[in-house]
Structure formats: C-alpha cells, structure tokens
C-alpha cells in the first residue's frame, strides 16, 4: 500500500512537471531547454551546498576541539586572567580567519556562485541537520566541558 502511495506521488509529480513544460508560456523548445538548464543548474548549486555544509560541519568540530584544547593549555600558563582570555580571543580570531579563508576557497573549487539562493540554503541546512544529529546522538558531549 505505501509502495502504492509512492509510485502514486512520483506519477503525479511527473505528470506536473511535463505538464508545466507543455503549457503556452514554455511552448517552444529553446522555453524548455531553458527550464530544463535552470532545473540542472539548481540540482548542481544543491549538491555543492551539501557538500559544503558537510565540510563546513567537519571543520566546525575540529575548532571546537581545538578551541577546548587552547583553553586547557592556557590554564597551565604564568600569565594572568586577562592575558590567558586575550590569547583565547586571538586564537579564535585565527581560526574563524581560517575558516573563512577555506570557506572561499571551497566555493571556487566547486565552481558555484556563492550568493545562490539554492547553494545557500543547502549548504547551511546541511551543516544546521548534522549538529542537531551529532546532539540527538550525544556528540557534543566535549563541548559541554
């Protein structure tokens, strides 16, 4: 019955794209081949974001990590309270630098416009889902120190 249900959805979902495509306002075959390159181009900015956003996940973690790390090592420093909080700030600092630098240099690997509607929303949605999975699963555990 939902295999039914699924074929049902994937017949009626066909039917209203190709029914679009037949409509008088993409008549013509240069109106469908535009539709159809611009349906490409959208499938092509969604990939790209996703793959960004698991990127932009995988290295979030590591700062997380290492920001941990940086705050444990400063405590065993001589200097004082304010000395051992502006190293922190500085190395933050750094590493959002870092992050924004491979950030950019991501987007012009994959070859995307980087102000794609698309691109933007995949990318931030994907990195959005898998932090509240690593929560759902226990992963942020280590934050939490």
């Known amino acids: 019955m939902a295999r039914e249900a699924a074929e049902n959805c994937a017949r009626y979902a066909n039917a209203s ?3 679009d495509l037949g409509r008088s306002e993409l008549g013509n075959d240069h109106q469908r081949s535009e539709y159809i390159s611009g349906a490409l181009s959208n499938v092509g900015h969604a990939a790209a974001g996703i793959a960004h956003g698991g990127v932009d996940y995988a290295v979030n973690q590591c700062c997380h990590v290492t920001c941990i790390a940086c705050t444990i090592g400063s405590d065993d ?3 004082s309270w304010e000395e051992r909080r502006s190293f922190q700030e500085a190395f933050g600092w750094s590493q959002s630098a870092h992050v924004d630098s491979l ?3 991501i987007v012009k690997r994959l070859g995307v416009d980087p102000n794609n509607k698309v691109y933007q929303n995949c990318c931030s949605y994907t990195t959005t889902a898998l ?3 690593s929560v759902v ?3 942020y555990r ?3 120190l």
């Open 137 to 139: 699963a226990g992963g």
């Open 17 to 19: 794209v190709f029914s």
């Open 103 to 105: 950030s950019g240099y």
């Open 77 to 79: 420093m001589d200097d």
């Open 142 to 144: 280590t934050s939490l």
């Open 131 to 133: 932090e509240v999975g």
